[in-house]
């Protein structure tokens, strides 16, 4: 990560971050769920071997076992396509200079800002990985679904993260939704419900939304906050009010560790915006790829 450096491109692309930014503003006008996405693509490619694009990697045929999106703590993911999209942008105007690691970065830091949150300012300089893990490993990675305060913790301190830090990355769930298949134990198992400050009316309306069951788990879904499209505080307001969504969103204010960032960030959402961009850089600086190692691909989806 010491690698990284915030002029990388600015004499082999001077154009990437202005090419990045109008792509992205295109995209979010037609899909406002695009920003939401994009943000947990990055997360699920630097959780799993670093940000490495390893995640946008289609090897269809005879190696499908070696495709991320193999595993189910990778379902939801969308808007891989779009960095795909972007690098051929990119490609013609900067041919074989530009990572589709870092287009990943700037399209998150894009997708935050064009949301309403910070612009964040990161260090580029990231390569490619060009030996993609398989799925155990990729399974074994990513976070469950039902992580609580401990895992959390432990698992954004490997990065160099600060409690603070930690609260303010799980405020990424001010966007997006979150499918009724990862809400099923917590909704109907009791025994995993202990410790949730859950707002009973709230709790009612997820369970109507999101019935007993596995039919339609994977197509209906609940939004994370009430602003899901907007990149502001209100998840904290809403997980200390008792609606938060996952179980890490309802453990946080309970937990005397989390507990205060959680109230700073309810009533300061210019700090949580500060948090967050720290955090964000820490993110997606971690285990890099960077000088001779790894390679530029070509195209994002495919090994050169
Ligand atoms: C480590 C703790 C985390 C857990 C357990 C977790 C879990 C989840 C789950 C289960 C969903 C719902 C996916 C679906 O059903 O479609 C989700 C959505 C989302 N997560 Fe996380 N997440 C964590 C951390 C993060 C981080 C660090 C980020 C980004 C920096 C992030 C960004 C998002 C976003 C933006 C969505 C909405 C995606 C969409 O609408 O397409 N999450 N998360
Ligand atoms: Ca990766
Ligand atoms: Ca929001």
Redo the contacts with the bound molecule.
């Keep these: 990560a010491g690698l990284l450096s915030y002029n990388f491109y600015d004499q082999s692309c001077p154009q990437l971050e202005s090419i990045v930014r109008s792509e992205l503003r295109t995209l979010s006008l037609t899909d406002p769920?695009a920003?939401?996405?994009?943000?947990?693509l990055?997360?699920h490619d630097c959780?799993v071997q670093g940000c490495d694009a390893s995640i946008l990697l289609d090897l269809n045929g005879v190696t499908t076992q070696y495709s991320e999106m193999a595993s189910s703590k990778n379902?939801?993911?969308?808007?891989r396509e779009t960095i795909s999209l972007i690098k051929s942008t990119v490609e013609t105007m900067c041919p074989q200079q530009v990572s589709c690691s870092d287009i990943l970065v700037l399209a998150?830091r894009e997708a935050v800002a064009l949301s309403g949150g910070p612009r964040i300012d990161v260090p580029l300089g990231r390569r490619d990985s060009s030996n993609p893990p398989n799925v155990g490993f990729v399974d074994a990675s990513l976070?469950?679904?039902?992580?609580g305060v401990d895992?959390?913790l432990k698992?954004?301190a490997k990065k160099g993260m600060t409690v603070e830090e930690t609260v303010a990355?799980?405020g990424?769930?001010?966007?997006?939704?979150?499918?009724?298949?990862?809400l099923q134990s917590r909704l109907y198992n009791p025994a995993t419900k202990q410790g949730y400050a859950v707002n009973p009316g709230f709790e009612n309306t997820l369970k109507i939304s999101c019935p007993l069951g596995p039919l339609a788990s994977k197509i209906r879904?609940v939004e994370?906050d009430v602003t899901?499209v907007l990149f502001d505080n209100r998840y904290y307001i809403s997980s200390m009010n008792g609606r938060g969504v996952?179980?890490?969103d309802s453990e946080m204010p309970l937990d005397f560790r989390t507990r205060p960032f959680v109230e700073k960030f309810a009533i300061n959402q210019e700090a949580f915006f500060q948090a967050f961009s720290s955090?964000?850089v820490k993110?997606s600086s971690f285990e890099v790829l960077t000088g001779n190692q790894g390679v530029i691909r070509t195209r994002c989806n495919a090994l050169n």
């Design positions: 769920t920003p939401a996405a994009l943000l947990r990055l997360f959780q379902f939801g993911v969308r808007k998150a976070p469950p679904a039902d992580i895992g959390v698992l954004f990355i799980l990424a769930h001010t966007l997006g939704v979150t499918h009724c298949s990862n879904f994370n899901s996952l179980r890490i955090a964000f993110l």
